[in-house]
């Protein structure tokens, strides 16, 4: 029975603060969690705008002055590449009304010019010229929100934070995982958004946890040693380090898995096996596409990294994947899927798109259906959530990383 102190607490608290206290350890989250608008706020508050989130190979823009507009929530992006080669990102809102100053989606372009009043913006974002606006109108004083932008190992890092989360240990451990693998001299073979009717969360909790690899994934299963619990996959995991090792490659891992309240960004990354035989992730497990990076054959391996709560990526030795989870509303997202191969690889020469691209197409409207079976589910107002099984600790992690963060301002 509660005391008078905690009667007290408990009515005065924040009714989103109540149901984090009120969680259950070791067990899903509550229905609201997916379902309730506020909470989705909040999450936009204090995991989007908190967190840095890749939004891109740097391929997509791989030309002075191109330019590409990315959605994520409520805001849009503009990500460029000016004259020097740097690349920038800005909100596509003028500093005047706060109409979009960008009206495509892509191109090339020195120059933004708001459709609205016609002021006028360079593509870092700076202010070029304000018709007829006062003397004393100071342009400098009005350019676009820029950004911070980070590129490691071609991926494009943004935070919408005024104050960032500490990058050095993501650096780090990119350059000694997505390093080994190439990424900085890939390029981007295709993309593709499946829009879904669910939560954020529930698409990145199924994203994080093998339990239903099993029986969801037969494709996947049949390749990937991942959908067996660790300790029945420990030798053929020592068996592909020992080819890595073989090969004079030494791909890092490290677990940095922390919440923000030590000012520092979350990433960890983990090596797994394939089966014996298999050498990518592919419908037969041949190989797909030329060898990257470092690699002068096949280890049998993946890497695998988990990074700020929205960003998963995927290194397999002959391509690569981007995995990023982008709220709309509170009861809808995106998965985009990035595929990357070896830069100076050719389509029709050096791969075949559709075998390149199969594995994680059908894996993925697996998902697609499996996330919204999901969400119809969770609606119901008896939907009491169950224990979480040993093979799902990475959601279990997640799920406490995200009470956390959720839970302070």
């Known amino acids: 029975m509660a005391t008078t102190a905690e009667a007290a607490i408990d009515q005065s608290a924040d009714p989103i603060d109540r149901l984090i206290a009120a969680h259950r350890p070791g067990h899903g989250l509550a229905r609201a969690f997916y379902c309730d608008p506020e909470i989705y706020r909040r999450d936009m508050e204090r995991v989007f ?32 590449r000016t004259a020097d080669g740097s690349v920038h990102a800005m909100l596509n809102v003028c500093r005047h009304r706060g109409a979009e100053v960008c009206t495509k989606q892509k191109g090339n372009a020195r120059v933004f010019v708001c459709p609205y009043h016609a002021w006028t913006y360079a593509n870092d974002g700076s202010l070029r010229a304000a018709r007829l606006m006062p003397k004393d109108f100071k342009r400098e004083e009005h350019g676009l929100k820029t950004l911070h932008v980070r590129v490691v190992e071609g991926l494009i890092f943004i935070s919408f934070a005024e104050q960032p989360l500490d990058f050095s240990e993501v650096e780090n451990l990119l350059h000694a995982t997505c390093g080994q693998y190439g990424w900085a001299s890939a390029r981007i073979a295709h993309r593709e958004t499946y829009p879904v009717s669910a ?13 239903h690899c099993g029986p969801a994934h ?16 420990e030798a053929l995991n ?56 470092r690699f002068t054959d096949f280890d049998g391996g993946v890497t695998s990294i988990h990074l700020g709560g929205t960003t998963f990526l995927v290194c397999y030795p002959d391509h690569g994947m981007i995995y990023r989870f982008i709220p709309k509303t509170a009861d809808s997202c995106e998965m985009e899927l990035i595929w990357l191969v070896d830069g100076k690889a050719e389509e029709g020469r050096d791969y075949d798109l559709a075998k390149l691209t199969w594995l994680w197409t059908v894996t993925t409207a697996e998902d697609k259906a499996i996330i919204e079976h ?35 301002a």
């Open 238 to 293: 020592e068996a592909m380090e020992a080819r890595t090792c073989a090969l004079g490659i030494e791909v890092g891992s490290g677990n940095h898995w922390q919440t923000s309240r030590e000012g520092r960004e979350a990433i960890h990354a983990f090596r797994y096996a394939l089966y014996d035989g298999v050498q990518s992730g592919s419908e037969d497990g041949k190989a797909v596409a030329p060898l990257m990076g």
């Open 374 to 408: 999901t969400a119809r589910g969770v609606q119901s107002h008896y939907f009491v959530p169950g224990p979480i099984a040993p093979m799902e600790q990475n959601e279990l992690r997640y799920i406490n990383w995200y009470l956390d963060e959720i839970s302070r």
């Open 49 to 80: 705008r908190r967190h840095w989130h890749c939004i891109a190979h740097e391929s997509v823009i791989p030309n002075v002055n191109d330019f590409e507009v990315f959605r994520i929530d409520t805001e849009q992006v503009i990500v460029t």
């Open 199 to 211: 939560n954020w969360k529930l698409a990145v909790e199924n994203y994080v946890e093998c339990y």
């Open 218 to 233: 037969p494709e996947y299963s049949q390749t990937h040693a991942l959908e067996q619990p660790l300790h029945m996959i």
